[in-house]
C-alpha cells in the first residue's frame, strides 16, 4: 500500500459562490464540478483545487495557506491582481523561483509561484 497521487487541495470558505467567482473571475481558474453552496472544484494542470464549506469537519474559513498555483509570469499576475485591490504580498525571489502570496475574500492565502528557467 501507498500514497499514489494528491487527490486535492481544499479550502474552506464562507461563501461558495463567492469563492469561486473570486478563484474564476479574478485568479483565473478553470471551473470543472460543482455541488451549489457546499463545494466547487477548478482544473489545475492534472490537479484539482476545491473551494467549500468547512466547519462541519472542523475547518475554520480563512484558515488555509498551502496551495501554490505555477503561472508564466508571476509579476504580471502580481500587478493585475494589485490594480484589482487584491491584497497581495511584495515579489520574493529564491535561487530557483519568484513568489508573492495572495489573501482570498475569506483570509485564506496562496502562493502565485514562478519557477526560474
Not at 88 to 97: F, G, H, T
Request: hydrophobic fraction near 45%.
Amino acid at each position: 500500500m501507498a500514497v499514489k497521487d494528491i487527490a486535492f487541495v481544499a479550502y474552506s470558505v464562507a461563501d461558495v459562490p463567492r469563492a469561486v467567482a473570486f478563484y474564476r473571475d479574478i485568479v483565473g481558474l478553470k471551473p470543472a464540478q460543482s455541488f451549489g453552496e457546499h463545494w466547487a472544484e477548478f482544473d489545475v494542470g492534472n490537479s484539482t483545487f476545491g473551494v467549500g464549506r468547512g466547519e462541519s469537519i472542523g475547518i475554520a474559513p480563512g484558515s488555509q495557506q498551502s496551495a501554490a498555483f505555477e503561472v508564466d509570469d508571476v509579476a504580471a499576475m502580481r500587478e493585475m491582481l494589485q490594480a484589482k485591490g487584491i491584497k497581495v504580498s511584495d515579489l520574493n525571489e529564491s535561487p530557483a523561483c519568484f513568489s508573492c502570496f495572495v489573501t482570498d475574500p475569506d483570509g485564506n492565502r496562496f502562493a502565485l509561484h514562478q519557477r526560474k528557467a
